[in-house]
């Protein structure tokens, strides 16, 4: 009975591979474990010594301070490789995948033995990676994502068919599972079409078809460029660095910091325009690695609609494809930083929730978000989001009816904020009257000088504290949509407009401080949403009973 039904899964293997041979090698049909390709060597060697750079550190660290020979170096960096080396042997030598009807298995360990298994069913999304050293192979990385924490399998340097295979076989279990709930592929599609009429969208934008459907989205030169620009890594970035040439001095030889902080001493005292252009060139130059990080990264980024189905398609180098289903995206969030804001540019991201095999509701838990749009025009989300998911009715820009709640209530926005900067600052002044007071001049300099370190960082905080509740006072407010769902919009270092369902917040918690009780009733409110690995609550800060009264009855009904 066995060996029949081992049979039978071999031959739809064989099936399965038959359709996508145009593909490539189709070799992992046979339904046997199998390892990946020997160029995956490689990946396990980089990350094996990205993983290993302390080691490295230390071997380096330890000759130098302790006078070693100088030969005694290369070795060092020679035991460094050689551990690499080892450790991605070892990893690539004792790990196989297997893909039957039912699932998807990869196991491997040396000391400790483990076998992942995900479901073809529980599967609801597939990320694809052509690295350019793969690409003459014919394979490529895979990550087959699931519901749940850590659920994520990672397959790199295995055939291109086993991507499309997998693919393939997880729309037709979900085919099956609409079949079973009695919604046929006709009556999703007419659902469809309706919904875009709807909205007055047409049918498709058809760009262009390919094998992952219509292409309905493509990010321009122009709107990457200023994306890299407007990113704040590059703030932490120069912090990064800075912190790094403070703390040269320990890693490289004393004689070496002596000199540098010799002739950087020299060059401040009579040349400062030079520091000055020294400093804008660092910018310049950290701006431009960031630009072309951006540009190799989303270079050419497509968003396509098959279906139920979106594929995502990015990278200059490396061609890295995501394939999500529209039924599990649980909230659409729309993000905008300050400096973004600018330039009229935003982020769309999805929510993504799971998927189970006996019935599809919104109560299943969720896992992760997916970056739609890394960067659009604000005029443009409107029209585009219509075309991607016409099921979510997002609109962007139509404001018509939206409640503006923290309007006319910024001064119970803005009244704590005041009350800790007026405390701050007295404390501040209380404590430089004091150091100044009572100590010598020379004893106490180095405690004057962190009061004035204090003071200076002082104004920076409650200025944004103050910028923060006043912009989240003109921007918090909803609007009640179609189909059960809500549109949130809040400030909280950044512009965040979040779109989710009903069903989807799990309770309601109202606050009313003692001394509003009688008077205003002016509140908070905050619904948390059931978003595993997405910490995401809808809160106003201050909210009029009317308004509040207008949720709690949504919510309940």
């Not at 086993?162 to 007419?190: G, H, P, V």
Request: proline fraction near 3%; aromatic fraction near 10%.
């Amino acid at each position: 009975m066995d060996s029949t039904a081992h049979s039978s899964r071999t031959a739809s293997l064989a099936q399965l591979a038959q359709r996508v041979s145009s593909w490539g090698q189709t070799d992992w049909a046979d339904g046997a474990w199998h390892r990946t390709h020997p160029i995956n060597l490689c990946k396990e060697f980089i990350d094996a010594i990205r993983g290993s750079f302390s080691l490295l550190v230390t071997l380096i660290a330890i000759p130098m301070i302790a006078d070693f020979p100088s030969y005694t170096l290369g070795i060092a960096v020679g035991l460094w490789f050689a551990v690499g080396l080892i450790n991605a042997c070892i990893a690539w030598s004792t790990r196989y995948y297997k893909l039957d009807q039912e699932q998807l298995s990869v196991r491997g360990g040396v000391f400790k033995k483990y076998e992942d298994s995900i479901p073809i069913g529980h599967i609801h999304a597939l990320n694809a990676i052509e690295r350019p050293y793969m690409r003459p192979f014919g394979v490529m990385s895979i990550t087959i994502s699931a519901a749940g924490v850590d659920a994520d399998i990672a397959l790199h340097a295995v055939p291109i068919t086993l991507y499309k295979a997998l693919e393939l076989m997880r729309i037709e279990q979900q085919t099956q599972l609409d079949r079973q709930n009695q919604q046929s592929t006709s009556d999703e599609q007419a659902s469809l079409d309706t919904a875009r009429q709807s909205v007055g969208a047409p049918a498709y934008p058809v760009l262009q078809s390919s094998q992952h459907g219509h292409r309905v989205f493509v990010a321009s030169m122009r709107d990457i460029v200023l994306f890299a620009i407007t990113n704040m890594s590059i703030v932490a970035a120069l912090i990064v660095l800075y912190g790094f040439i403070d703390n040269i001095e320990h890693i490289v030889p004393s004689q070496w910091a002596s000199q540098a902080s010799k002739t950087i001493e020299t060059t401040v005292m009579h040349n400062a325009v030079t520091i000055v252009l020294g400093i804008l060139g660092l910018i310049i130059v950290v701006g431009f690695c960031s630009i072309i990080m951006a540009v190799l990264r989303w270079y050419n980024f497509e968003v396509w609609r098959d279906g139920d189905n979106i594929t995502l398609v990015k990278g200059a180098l490396t061609r890295a494809t995501s394939t999500v289903s529209v039924k599990r995206i649980q909230a659409v969030a729309i993000e905008q930083s300050l400096m973004r804001k600018l330039f009229h540019l935003c982020t769309v991201r999805v929510v993504m929730g799971s998927f189970d095999s006996q019935q599809e509701t919104d109560q299943h838990s969720t896992r992760g978000t997916v970056v739609l749009i890394p960067v659009i025009q604000e005029r443009r989300v409107d029209e585009i989001l219509q075309h991607i998911i016409p099921e979510w009715h997002v609109r962007y820009q139509d404001r018509s009816d939206f409640k503006h709640t923290g309007r006319g209530l910024t001064r119970y926005y803005m009244l704590a904020p005041l009350l800790w900067s007026v405390a701050l600052l007295a404390a501040w002044v209380i404590l430089a009257v004091v150091t100044w007071y009572e100590g010598d001049w020379h004893t106490i300099y180095d405690e004057f000088v962190v009061v004035l370190v204090v003071a200076a960082v002082w104004p920076l905080m409650a200025l944004w504290s103050l910028i923060r509740r006043y912009c989240a006072s003109r921007t918090d407010g909803f609007a009640l949509l179609e189909q059960q769902m809500i549109c949130y919009r809040t400030f909280s270092g950044k512009f965040m407009t979040i779109v989710t369902r009903r069903s989807r917040i799990q309770s309601v918690c109202r606050r009313v401080p003692i001394w509003r009780v009688r008077a205003s009733r002016i509140g908070s409110l905050r619904m948390p949403i059931a978003l595993s690995q997405s910490d995401i609550t809808l809160y106003w800060h201050a909210l009029s009973l009317q308004d509040t009264d207008t949720l709690m009855k949504w919510v309940i009904r």
